[in-house]
């Protein structure tokens, strides 16, 4: 090794002289480094791949000086540290954003246990919990979440990763069918290490990509490989949904993401501020953590929304111009709820028509669901029991009570009921 160093030093002399072009050689030359010498090659390390266009120029004169001091006519490899290899990237699909990451997620009681279970993910992909299945309503960090496991995956693991928006998937199969490229398709997806499908409940009522997404979901857990999902709901509500899939997205672990907490907001709105270089007296952060609450999404539109005016207008934020400009976005928090608003939401969250829902028909997959709707009708409006009744096809006005009377029951000792009333509440102000 020193005569390989020694001998190197005066290859590289001898090559300075030849090309006479100080700057490239400072730039691409002497950083270099010889490894060994084997069987008549000589193995050449570079800092990274980008250096191979750099020295190109300069490789026959770099073989000459090479065979001039040490007398043979030697071939060249080339190589670069794995540590400085262009950072590891997707496989396929769709980008990962950079800013959906852990260190920019913030964690609050709302979202604890996906928290910590998407780093241990992460750092142990397919072995802890598989598939991980993630819940939540609009704009509460699914996408955030399960982007940052993905890119901390690649980055510790160096996983083959693919992330897609459960559209894009559906569009891939219908392209592979139509352009008979199947076995590609499948090969792609069975050879990942890593599946990230944001939005699953898009693959309901496609029955053809349900099957093809059960193929290819069983071929992944049998190779130990990990599934990562979410959805605007827990599997159990996947009501247009295979039963086996929907048994097999609870073989791992099910957990959700909650409407972030008081304390988690206003740590949310520091963070933004912090990523956006900007600075919000603690009375704006709070007045905007305490009027908007369901929606990091909507945090975040307010922030913005309050970054544009006050660069547009060049306007100082204080509480009083938070307060004018923000006055449409926090009323519409306030939105009056009406009875065909929860009949929609209720059938929509229970995927039967409205139609159904206010028909007489005694189903219990109907009834169940026309009677939340009567509760949150009580609940959410002044309407009376008579005008609810009407609203129900024409029932008399002790069917509402009833109904009415039966869930405040139910819901004392069902927290499941009770969340799902929650989250069509929820969508109510959406
Ligand atoms: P979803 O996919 O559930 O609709 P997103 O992941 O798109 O929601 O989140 C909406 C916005 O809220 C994004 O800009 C995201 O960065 C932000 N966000 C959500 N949860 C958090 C969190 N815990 N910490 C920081 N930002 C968050
Ligand atoms: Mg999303």
Not at 31 to 59: A, D, H, Q, R, T
Not at 177 to 184: A, D, E, G, R, S
Not at 189 to 210: M, V
Not at 362 to 372: A, E, S
Request: glycine share 4%; net charge positive.
């Amino acid at each position: 090794m020193d005569n390989l160093w020694k001998n190197w030093d005066l290859v590289l002399r001898n090559l300075k002289d030849r090309i006479r072009n100080d700057r490239a050689f400072e730039t691409w030359i002497k950083p270099i480094k010889p490894v060994k010498i084997e069987n008549n090659y000589i193995y050449l390390e570079i800092p990274n791949p980008l250096f191979y266009k750099g020295i190109s120029g300069f490789i026959n004169d770099l073989r000459e000086s090479l065979s001039n001091i040490t007398g043979y006519n030697m071939e060249i490899k080339w190589s670069y540290p794995e540590s400085k290899k262009n950072p590891p990237s997707l496989y396929f699909g769709e980008k990962l954003n950079p800013a959906n990451s852990f260190d920019n997620f913030v964690r609050g009681q709302c979202n604890q246990l996906a928290h910590a279970a998407g780093i241990a993910i992460a750092q142990s992909p397919g072995i802890a919990y598989n598939p991980f299945f993630i819940y939540g309503g609009v704009g509460l960090g699914k996408t955030h979440l399960i982007q940052a496991i993905g890119s901390m995956a690649i980055k510790t693991n160096n996983c083959k990763t693919a992330y897609l928006p459960c559209e894009n998937f559906v569009n891939l199969f219908i392209q592979s069918i139509q352009t008979k490229t199947m076995n590609t398709f499948r090969n792609n997806f069975r050879s990942l290490d890593i599946l990230l499908i944001d939005d699953i409940h898009f693959i309901a009522g496609k029955e053809g990509t349900q099957e093809e997404f059960f193929n290819t979901f069983n071929s992944l857990y049998d190779q130990k490989k990990q599934i990562i999902l979410t959805s605007d709901r827990p599997p159990k509500e996947l009501f247009s949904l295979e039963k086996r899939l929907v048994s097999r997205f609870e073989w791992g672990l099910v957990t959700d993401l909650k409407p972030p907490e008081f304390e988690t907001r206003v740590a949310i709105l520091r963070k933004k501020c912090e990523l956006k270089k900007i600075f919000l007296d603690d009375d704006v952060v709070f007045y905007i953590a305490e009027n908007i609450h369901d929606n990091v999404r909507l945090l975040e539109g307010a922030l913005n929304r309050l970054i544009a005016i006050s660069s547009l207008l060049n306007k100082t934020l204080d509480i009083n111009i938070t307060k004018e400009y923000l006055r449409d976005l926090i009323s519409s928090q306030k939105k009056i709820i009406t009875i065909e608003k929860i009949q929609e939401k209720v059938a929509f969250y229970f995927n039967i028509s409205v139609h159904d829902l206010k028909s007489s028909r005694r189903l219990k997959t109907l009834v169940v669901p026309r009677q939340i709707a009567m509760y949150i009708a009580r609940e959410k409006t002044d309407m009376s029991l008579t005008a609810i009744a009407e609203e129900f096809g024409g029932k008399d006005h002790t069917t509402i009570l009833y109904a009415c009377k039966k869930l405040k029951t139910q819901l004392e000792t069902d927290s499941y009921l009770k969340m799902s009333i929650e989250k069509i509440i929820n969508s109510l102000h959406e």
